[in-house]
């Protein structure tokens, strides 16, 4: 229980840290002063991202100080814990950033975090096994995307998990890059942030 709380803390920080940042400079005007300067949309797309990526892992990380004081943590791999908590928060971050963009107002960003991020994040195996599921629901958790991100993150803490992590693996990075082209196109055609 404990890794899963811990990533679910990185990924949903890493979320709203771009989301709520490039919504806010939209609603207070001042996102121009983020689109003059000469920077590329790799560079913009770059700053925006390791800015969700750095409090996502700071959260985790603090929270995960805070958990090992009621229940010690004991590290399986430290690689996969790296690894799985990098790529979560990178394609959640990326994931923010659209968000951030198509938001018109906060009640667009929060119909997508109680909507899409919430339900899939709780579904995705972070207080039970998807083993115990029956078919059906077993099914549809092994379609999701954030259980991989959570499996693979307790895997590096537990030296078990119910998932393939090469298939995990496969589906963060796969999912990461075409996040980072989407949103780099994006801000190439200044959609939602030029009028």
């Known amino acids: 229980l404990a890794p899963g709380l811990i990533c679910m803390a990185i990924m ?24 003059m300067p000469p920077l590329s949309e790799l560079e913009l797309t770059f700053a ?12 985790g990380f603090a929270v995960g100080i805070t958990i090992n004081f009621v229940v ?3 590290i399986f791999s430290l690689f996969y814990i790296v690894f ?24 667009h960003m929060a119909a997508i975090t109680n909507f899409i991020i919430l339900p ?3 579904l995705s195996g972070t207080f ?23 499996d693979g993150f307790r895997f590096g803490f537990l030296g078990y998990g119910d998932s393939d992590l090469f298939l995990g693996t496969l589906i963060l990075v796969f999912g990461s890059l075409f996040f980072l082209l989407l949103t780099i196109y994006i801000f190439k055609k200044g959609y939602g942030l030029r009028n």
């Open 72 to 74: 010690p943590l004991k």
């Open 128 to 150: 039970y096994s998807i083993d115990r599921l029956p078919e059906f629901w077993h099914f549809l958790a092994s379609w999701n995307p954030f259980f991989y991100m959570i």
């Open 84 to 107: 799985f908590a990098l790529f979560s928060s990178l394609l959640l971050s990326l994931l923010g950033i659209l968000c951030g963009i198509w938001s018109q107002k906060f009640d």
């Open 120 to 122: 899939f994040t709780f």
């Open 12 to 35: 949903q920080n890493a979320f709203a840290n771009t989301s709520s940042s490039i919504l806010i400079s939209k609603i207070q005007g001042n996102i121009v002063d983020v689109l």
């Open 48 to 59: 925006y991202c390791l800015g969700g990526v750095t409090r996502g892992l700071l959260v």
